[in-house]
T-cell receptor, first 112, second 113 residues
Framework: SQTIHQWPATLVQPVGSPLSLECTVE??????LYWYRQAAGRGLQLLFY??????ISSEVPQNLSASRPQDRQFILSSKKLLLSDSGFYLC???????????FGDGTRLSIL | GDSVTQMEGPVTLSEEAFLTINCTYT??????LFWYVQYPGEGLQLLLK?????DKGSNKGFEATYRKETTSFHLEKGSVQVSDSAVYFC????????????FGAGTRLFVKA
């Protein structure tokens, strides 16, 4: 069966520090991969998605970036975090159009 | 473009009450429709889905019917439990958005014992 791993579960970082969040999927090949952010008590904001290795689509211009170095690995990065980057970050994978997405357990990021 | 609108929460119910969370969508084609549930501190889990008009998705006592004539996909449960307290998201995919899923804003449900 397919599983998705996301880490770390929680992270506290100072303003201006770099960020790297990692997501890996097991049990499937060539998945579509997604990064979302969820502000406290709010809905989901799609940040990036990828349909293949090295292919990244950005939905919202900001100081975050994403990379997909391997088929089942998706990384969210920042060179310098802002206070507004605080939130709950969710990685998800899907098999394609008309199919559901499957989510990781999320990373709660707090910026001090 | 495509969109999903859910009733605003929070919804507060007593245990064993009947639940309805309204969801309507805007789409020009034939998307698949989903309900996801998010428990506190966790990611979203797929609750149920429907892929074509008049399909009924069901899981764990929850049901929703794909109504193309009213562009709706309302979530219902006959008797809620305290453990159903969570945030519920209505969503669609497979239409003009390509590989993206369009999520509603979410509806928080509180169930009191």
């Amino acid at each position: 069966s397919q599983t998705i791993h996301q880490w770390p579960a929680t992270l506290v970082q100072p303003v201006g520090s770099p960020l790297s969040l990692e997501c890996t999927v097991e049990g499937t090949s060539n998945p579509n991969l997604y990064w979302y952010r969820q502000a406290a008590g709010r809905g989901l904001q799609l940040l990036f998605y990828s349909v293949g290795i090295g292919q990244i689509s950005s939905e919202v211009p900001q100081n975050l970036s994403a990379s997909r170095p391997q088929d089942r690995q998706f990384i969210l990065s920042s060179k310098k975090l802002l206070l507004s980057d605080s939130g709950f970050y969710l990685c998800a994978w899907g098999e394609g159009s008309n199919q559901p997405q499957h989510f990781g357990d999320g990373t709660r990021l707090s910026i001090l | 473009g495509d969109s999903v609108t859910q009733m605003e929460g929070p919804v507060t119910l007593s245990e064993e009450a009947f639940l309805t969370i309204n969801c309507t969508y805007t789409a020009t084609g034939y998307p698949s429709l989903f309900w996801y549930v998010q428990y506190p501190g966790e990611g979203l889990q797929l609750l149920l889905k429907a892929t074509k008009a008049d399909d009924k998705g069901s899981n764990k006592g929850f049901e929703a019917t794909y109504r193309k004539e009213t562009t709706s996909f309302h979530l219902e449960k006959g008797s809620v439990q305290v453990s159903d307290s969570a945030v519920y998201f209505c969503a669609l995919s497979g239409n003009t958005g390509g590989f993206k899923t369009i999520f509603g804003a979410g509806t928080r449900l509180f169930v009191k014992a």
